[in-house]
């Protein structure tokens, strides 16, 4: 009874990165095919998290 099964997933994430002179450029994304998923599962299985949907940075640092 206080077993919680929650299915198996398989996320993508990617990183992209330029460097010129002193100037790094980047971007980044997590849950790259957007997958519905469940994150966590609390109290029996009655109440679960869903993980963070397509999230997608960039960047620009300069270095001196």
């Given at each position: 009874p206080n077993t919680v099964k929650v299915p198996a997933?398989?996320?993508?994430?990617?990183?992209?990165?330029?460097?010129?002179?002193?100037?790094?450029?980047?971007?980044?994304?997590?849950?790259?095919?957007?997958?519905?998923?469940?994150?966590?599962?609390?109290?029996?299985?009655?109440?679960?998290?869903?993980?963070?949907?397509?999230?997608?940075?960039?960047?620009?640092?300069?270095?001196?």
């Open positions: 997933v398989t996320l993508a994430d990617a990183a992209l990165h330029y460097t010129w002179n002193q100037f790094r450029f980047q971007v980044n994304a997590h849950n790259l095919f957007d997958k519905e998923y469940i994150a966590a599962a609390f109290a029996g299985g009655t109440r679960t998290t869903y993980g963070a949907v397509r999230t997608v940075t960039g960047s620009v640092t300069w270095r001196f």
